[in-house]
């Protein structure tokens, strides 16, 4: 069974957005908007991993956290706007596993729920498979056919998201949530740019491109 995960922030377009990136991953997910409602979905759920924002309308992220520690034996990420190091040792110290600060890539969050629940949830690593493509997670090491290919961390992110979507069209703005985080606002071609990066280096040697382009929608990794 997939893990469950609890996302507990007040924000609903952050709220809804964790709800279905996690979802898209596999994972079975439930959400709380203050600590109160944390609290007691977590008592009755016994989530696997809590995603808690410190910023929250009632009880503050740091005393959920000291709460959940005490109350259950859920894996803890914090979130929070302040990239202060007193606060990232506050929240570690009240017993969070690990600490993410906003804005965030949603792909490195995702990176991060994986690497907690390895702690809890073994399991052997999948290579992702398309055609005459393959990505292996922990090695990071990608092959066309039997060259293998390099990759910038930010190239392997977003192949690796197109490889866990085969077929499937993938929105501009999903793109963009997933790889650059929701909030981004550097340069509008950004996606376009990194596009053609991975297409010149998965068709260097003439190779049948697979990363489509769908006009005014997004892209798609077919054959």
């Known amino acids: 069974m997939q893990a469950l995960i609890l996302v507990v922030d007040d924000d609903h377009k952050i709220t809804s957005l964790l709800q279905r990136t996690l979802a898209y991953a596999g994972y079975r997910v439930h959400a709380a908007r203050n600590g109160a409602e944390a609290l007691e ?57 690990d600490y993410l600060v906003k804005p965030f890539a949603l792909e490195e969050l995702l990176a991060r729920v994986r690497a907690l629940l390895r702690r809890r949830l073994p399991e052997i690593s999948r290579v992702l498979a398309f055609a005459d493509l393959r990505l292996d997670p922990a090695t990071r090491e990608v092959k066309r056919g039997e060259r293998p290919i390099e990759l910038t961390n930010k190239e392997f992110e977003l192949l690796a998201l197109f490889m866990h979507n085969p077929r499937r069209v993938l929105t501009r ?51």
């Not at 809590?50 to 000291?66: A, Q, T, Y």
């Not at 709460?67 to 990239?83: S, V």
């Not at 990194?194 to 998965?202: N, S, V």
């Open 41 to 97: 979905v977590a008592a009755a759920t016994k989530p696997d991993l809590v995603i808690l924002d410190i910023m929250l309308p009632d009880i503050d992220g740091f005393e959920v956290c000291r709460r959940l520690r005490a109350e259950t034996d859920a894996l803890i990420l914090m979130l929070t706007a302040r990239d202060e190091v007193s606060d990232r040792i506050r929240g570690l110290d009240s017993g969070a596993d």
């Open 173 to 223: 703005q999903e793109i963009m949530d997933r790889i650059w985080g929701y909030d981004y606002s550097g340069e509008s071609n950004v996606l376009e740019v990194y596009i053609g990066y991975l297409r010149a280096k998965l068709e260097a040697e003439g190779e049948k491109r697979l990363i489509h382009t769908v006009r005014s929608v997004g892209y798609v990794l077919r054959e």
